[in-house]
């Protein structure tokens, strides 16, 4: 038996060293391989349901990493998917919402259980499937694991959330009561294939509500694996509904159907925005939109530099910047910018580029051919308008020609009204200002 390799989160991913991680990620790797490239189908009532051959245009699931691969064929929810999907979660609603509090939370504690006890596999497939790390994956996979026991903690220290009032007199009862409201729809991001689709979706059915999951059309599979744990652990068919495809048609009809009561969308702001506007136009309801932003860094003489350059660093180019929470400009004092840059870039120049499933990688490639070609203009911007110190270009040579990738890219000299100071770029430049 080898050494218990070490449990990975987002407050650990610098310190894992453990060979038995490494060989462990290996063996499932080798394990998933065999398995790619299937043709898959909705699920609803637990029934997949697939598109005929030639019947309809559906998504190829190809990885950001190598576009020669296909990792699975899905069907895009049209209308009638959508209208299926949720009229069998208005059935499932009455039973699972019956379900006493405590119930719901035993099954989401062992969906959680399996979840982090399948890591290895989950995160090989979250690497391949959107081109995170190794270190970044099993991330993911753990954070969608802690999401779950974090709310069944919440219901589990409230007593499902139910407690009396102040009463106002002896023939008065009030009482404050958690009760299921419905139908959810939750609409899930490519950069958290796991976290942010197994973490709303099981707070949603933890509060006794149906859900339709709606994964990201960069990942199906990830989405169909955490599926899998939620069913196996007890969640009934008739709670849980999973519809592909892209924003246009499947998110849309989602966003418009009259008997969804409540919705979760992760992405840009401005979808979010659009989403907030469009949800409720009949009448209120509840829609939560987490649409990102543009975090900076503060940089003071006060600060360690090497600190700072280092937290910089991996903050802007972990996951390609490819999060809401990635640093994408620092302001950075005058007396100390010429020492932290000279940091910064000799740390950006360090990091690997490459197949982020391989031991040693950090920076694998951006999501898709939008995201390449935005990365390419919002350079040229970079390099008209201001310095290009570092990177700036797209990577060809090798085995990278297949896919995505490009230079983590350090930029100064532009004015705080430019567009790469003020616009969420998603994965694009670092700029600094002193």
């Known amino acids: 038996?080898?050494?218990?390799?070490?449990?990975?989160?987002?407050?650990?991913?610098?310190?894992?060293?453990?060979?038995?991680?490494?060989?462990?990620?290996?063996?499932?790797?080798?394990?998933?391989?065999?398995?790619?490239?299937?043709?898959?189908?909705?699920?609803?009532?637990?029934?997949?349901?697939?598109?005929?051959?030639?019947?309809?245009?559906?998504?190829?699931?190809?990885?950001?990493?190598?576009?020669?691969?296909?990792?699975?064929?899905?069907?895009?929810?049209?209308?009638?998917?959508?209208?299926?999907?949720?009229?069998?979660?208005?059935?499932?609603?009455?039973?699972?919402?019956?379900?006493?509090?405590?119930?719901?939370?035993?099954?989401?504690?062992?969906?959680?259980?399996?979840?982090?006890?399948?890591?290895?596999?989950l995160s090989a497939l979250v690497g391949l499937e959107v081109g995170k790390s190794r270190l970044e994956a099993m991330g993911d996979v753990t954070e969608t694991a802690d999401l779950v026991r974090y709310y069944c903690e919440q219901m589990e220290r409230?007593?499902?959330?139910?407690?009396?009032?102040?009463?106002?007199?002896?023939?008065?009862?009030?009482?404050?009561?958690?009760?299921?409201?419905?139908?959810?729809?939750?609409?899930?991001?490519?950069?958290?294939?796991?976290?942010?689709?197994?973490?709303?979706?099981?707070?949603?059915?933890?509060?006794?509500?149906?859900?339709?999951?709606?994964?990201?059309?960069?990942?199906?599979?990830?989405?169909?694996?955490?599926?899998?744990?939620?069913?196996?652990?007890?969640?009934?068919?008739?709670?849980?509904?999973?519809?592909?495809?892209?924003?246009?048609?499947?998110?849309?009809?989602?966003?418009?159907?009259?008997?969804?009561?409540?919705?979760l969308f992760t992405g840009s702001r401005e979808v979010g925005m659009g989403i907030l506007r469009r949800f409720g136009r009949r009448h209120p309801k509840p829609c939560i939109a987490e649409m990102g932003g543009k975090n900076p860094a503060v940089v003071m003489p006060s600060a360690d530099l090497d600190v700072a350059a280092e937290g910089v660093m991996r903050s802007a180019f972990g996951l390609q910047g490819q999060k809401c929470s990635a640093c994408s400009r620092a302001y950075v004092h005058r007396d100390v910018k010429a020492g932290f840059l000279e940091l910064l870039l000799d740390k950006t120049a360090g990091l690997v580029v490459g197949d982020p499933t391989r031991h040693g990688v950090f920076l694998g490639p951006v999501i898709h051919e939008r995201a390449y070609r935005a990365f390419q203009a919002a350079s040229e911007a970079a390099r008209r308008d201001g310095q290009v110190l570092a990177g700036g270009d797209v990577r060809k040579e090798g085995e990278l020609a297949y896919g995505y990738f490009v230079s983590p890219t350090v930029v100064d000299g532009l004015g705080q009204d430019h567009d790469l100071f003020g616009k969420e770029l998603f994965g694009r430049t670092a700029p600094t200002t002193a």
């Not at 998917?81 to 009455?94: I, L, N, S």
């Open 1 to 121: 038996m080898g050494e218990t390799p070490e449990r990975v989160t987002y407050a650990t991913l610098a310190g894992v060293q453990s060979e038995e991680f490494q060989r462990r990620w290996d063996v499932a790797l080798d394990r998933l391989r065999p398995a790619l490239g299937g043709r898959h189908g909705h699920l609803i009532d637990g029934q997949e349901l697939c598109a005929g051959e030639g019947e309809r245009e559906g998504l190829e699931d190809r990885s950001p990493i190598d576009r020669r691969g296909l990792l699975g064929r899905f069907p895009v929810g049209r209308t009638d998917d959508v209208d299926r999907a949720v009229a069998a979660a208005r059935r499932g609603f009455p039973a699972w919402s019956r379900r006493h509090w405590s119930e719901r939370a035993a099954i989401l504690r062992q969906a959680a259980e399996l979840i982090e006890q399948r890591g290895f596999d």
């Open 158 to 263: 409230h007593a499902g959330f139910d407690r009396p009032m102040a009463r106002l007199s002896p023939h008065e009862e009030t009482r404050s009561l958690l009760r299921p409201h419905g139908v959810w729809a939750v609409i899930s991001p490519f950069n958290f294939p796991a976290a942010l689709a197994g973490g709303p979706v099981s707070a949603a059915l933890l509060a006794g509500n149906t859900v339709v999951l709606k994964p990201s059309p960069e990942a199906p599979l990830t989405a169909l694996a955490l599926y899998a744990a939620l069913r196996e652990a007890g969640v009934s068919a008739e709670a849980l509904h999973l519809v592909y495809g892209p924003g246009e048609p499947t998110g849309a009809a989602l966003v418009d159907h009259p008997d969804v009561d409540g919705l």
